[in-house]
């Protein structure tokens, strides 16, 4: 029988320890993709905004494949979903291999979307499995916690784009490349992109590895029974998503999910651009104002876990929210290096809002909901697809400062969310700690 002082049921500690592993991994894969914009776009020649159909490919597979991975969690389970998700990456990761011989854009792009395809299955599967290994009093936390190891791997990421792809960019620019033979271009673009897939194919076998390692530990048999749960049938899945569209605390958490999705890949997508026209710098050396801001996004997760302990959730996002806009709005108005080190701050509001708007999102719902629900929230990583090229349209026409208001106004809706929740609560109209249904209920 759990206790509320129980953090994770202890029959599923192994399970959370992999997938905590998992948050690893997906870290390290988002970042590492950030500065492909910058890279494609020097590699190929194009405008930020053709380049910035890198992030397009990538979160639109978010977008895509999300309800799949529910129906995959619904009719089978959890750890189903897990080694789908881990298992497309593999192969979407083993992509670029050929991607770099073919030396063809399109061809990264397939094989970015297969990757974050194989990501998508996975993290809808790896929040609610960890919101279910424990009380949900706790549920938020538990998740923060979770996600805490996921800036782990964002430096990860940052560390391997800076050392083993950015170095390796020729200072060539577009109009010396359009200068040059043919021969000699395509010898320039084939070192630059053989550095662009040595990371991510020999980042394969690390998914290989965790894939096996999950595919071998014995689950919970309340995680087995769950298998075999039927699909639910088209007049069931309207009433589902019925019920979903009318709970105003997931309603609202979709929207302010996309807009901090919107808000966190335009930060460390464009942190590069910024720093380069604004300081002068290298690609390489404005990199790592982009690892900076990975260090402090790891550094305030766990901070922002241990305050949850004596702040409400909430209050928290309200704070940070209103704080992550004044500081993008001060780097737009202000172009030199204390813009560029205001951007770095922001990394440190971004710490707490993705697990914490998502906890407080589908707390109260039951177990089936809680399935369809995480695919509704990991499809708001569609933000994350459109919102680049809005930002890569506003450099390519105003600059790289100027277009961080487009960041700024996408922190808006995530500080209004959490003024929402607060107010509903002291109202009495949501109570987090007492709801009638759980989202999965004490082993």
Request: with cysteine; charged share 10%.
């Given at each position: 029988?759990?206790?509320?002082?129980?953090?994770?049921?202890?029959?599923?500690?192994?399970?959370?320890?992999?997938?905590?592993?998992?948050?690893?991994?997906?870290?390290?894969?988002?970042?590492?993709?950030?500065?492909?914009?910058?890279?494609?776009?020097?590699?190929?020649?194009?405008?930020?905004?053709?380049?910035?159909?890198?992030?397009?490919?990538?979160?639109?597979?978010?977008?895509?494949?999300?309800?799949?991975?529910?129906?995959?969690?619904?009719?089978?389970?959890?750890?189903?979903?897990?080694?789908?998700?881990?298992?497309?990456?593999?192969?979407?990761?083993l992509l670029f291999y050929p991607?770099?011989?073919?030396?063809?854009?399109?061809?990264?792009?397939?094989?970015?979307?297969?990757?974050?395809?194989?990501?998508?299955?996975?993290?809808?599967?790896?929040?609610?499995?960890?919101?279910?290994?424990?009380?949900?009093?706790?549920?938020?936390?538990?998740?923060?916690?979770?996600?805490?190891?996921?800036?782990?791997?964002?430096?990860?990421?940052?560390?391997?784009?800076?050392?083993?792809?950015?170095?390796?960019?020729?200072?060539?620019?577009?109009?010396?490349?359009?200068?040059?033979?043919?021969?000699?271009?395509?010898?320039?673009?084939?070192?630059?992109?053989?550095?662009?897939?040595?990371?991510?194919?020999?980042?394969a076998f690390v998914l290989l590895?965790?894939?096996?390692?999950?595919?071998?530990?014995?689950?919970?048999?309340?995680?087995?029974?769950?298998?075999?749960?039927?699909?639910?049938?088209?007049?069931?899945?309207?009433?589902?998503?019925?019920?979903?569209?009318?709970?105003?605390?997931?309603?609202?958490?979709?929207?302010?999910?996309?807009?901090?999705?919107?808000?966190?890949?335009?930060?460390?997508?464009?942190?590069?651009?910024?720093?380069?026209?604004?300081?002068?710098?290298?690609?390489?050396?404005?990199?790592?104002?982009?690892?900076?801001?990975?260090?402090?996004?790891?550094?305030?997760?766990?901070?922002?876990?241990?305050?949850?302990?004596?702040?409400?959730?909430?209050?928290?996002?309200?704070?940070?929210?209103?704080?992550?806009?004044?500081?993008?709005?001060?780097?737009?108005?202000?172009?030199?290096?204390?813009?560029?080190?205001?951007?770095?701050?922001?990394?440190?509001?971004?710490?707490?809002?993705?697990?914490?708007?998502?906890?407080?999102?589908?707390?109260?719902?039951?177990?089936?909901?809680?399935?369809?629900?995480?695919?509704?929230?990991?499809?708001?990583l569609l933000g994350g697809a459109?919102?680049?090229?809005?930002?890569?349209?506003?450099?390519?026409?105003?600059?790289?400062?100027?277009?961080?208001?487009?960041?700024?106004?996408?922190?808006?809706?995530?500080?209004?969310?959490?003024?929402?929740?607060?107010?509903?609560?002291?109202?009495?109209?949501?109570?987090?700690?007492?709801?009638?249904?759980?989202?999965?209920?004490?082993?």
């Amino acid at each position: 029988m759990s206790t509320r002082r129980e953090f994770v049921h202890r029959d599923k500690l192994l399970p959370f320890i992999l997938l905590v592993c998992c948050f690893a991994a997906w870290g390290v894969v988002g970042t590492m993709t950030d500065p492909l914009v910058q890279v494609f776009s020097t590699v190929f020649s194009m405008s930020t905004l053709q380049a910035s159909l890198v992030q397009f490919a990538y979160y639109g597979a978010y977008f895509l494949l999300a309800i799949p991975a529910a129906l995959i969690n619904q009719r089978y389970s959890y750890k189903t979903g897990v080694l789908v998700g881990l298992g497309l990456a593999i192969c979407g990761a083993l992509l670029f291999y050929p991607a770099s011989l073919a030396m063809t854009y399109g061809l990264f792009l397939l094989a970015l979307f297969t990757l974050a395809g194989g990501l998508a299955i996975l993290e809808t599967s790896a929040n609610p499995f960890v919101i279910s290994m424990g009380p949900e009093g706790n549920a938020t936390r538990r998740l923060n916690l979770a996600q805490s190891f996921n800036p782990v791997g964002t430096n990860i990421g940052v560390l391997l784009a800076a050392t083993l792809i950015l170095p390796n960019l020729n200072s060539a620019t577009a109009v010396d490349r359009a200068t040059m033979s043919q021969a000699d271009l395509l010898a320039i673009r084939s070192t630059e992109l053989q550095a662009v897939m040595l990371p991510y194919v020999g980042f394969a076998f690390v998914l290989l590895a965790i894939w096996i390692g999950i595919a071998l530990t014995r689950m919970p048999a309340q995680e087995k029974a769950k298998a075999k749960e039927a699909q639910p049938g088209n007049g069931e899945f309207a009433a589902i998503c019925g019920r979903l569209f009318h709970n105003a605390h997931y309603r609202w958490g979709v929207v302010a999910l996309f807009f901090y999705m919107a808000a966190q890949t335009c930060t460390w997508t464009f942190t590069i651009q910024y720093a380069q026209q604004a300081t002068g710098a290298t690609p390489a050396a404005a990199g790592m104002y982009l690892q900076y801001s990975m260090i402090v996004f790891l550094v305030a997760r766990f901070v922002a876990t241990w305050a949850m302990g004596y702040i409400r959730p909430s209050m928290l996002l309200v704070l940070l929210g209103s704080a992550a806009t004044g500081l993008t709005f001060y780097a737009a108005l202000n172009p030199d290096l204390s813009g560029v080190w205001a951007l770095v701050a922001v990394s440190a509001c971004l710490s707490l809002m993705f697990p914490t708007i998502y906890g407080i999102a589908l707390m109260g719902l039951d177990e089936t909901e809680a399935k369809f629900g995480s695919a509704g929230l990991v499809m708001t990583l569609l933000g994350g697809a459109l919102t680049p090229m809005v930002q890569g349209a506003a450099i390519d026409a105003f600059g790289a400062a100027t277009s961080f208001v487009v960041t700024g106004a996408c922190f808006l809706p995530v500080a209004a969310y959490g003024l929402f929740h607060l107010s509903t609560s002291k109202a009495g109209l949501f109570d987090f700690r007492s709801t009638a249904r759980k989202v999965a209920k004490p082993a």
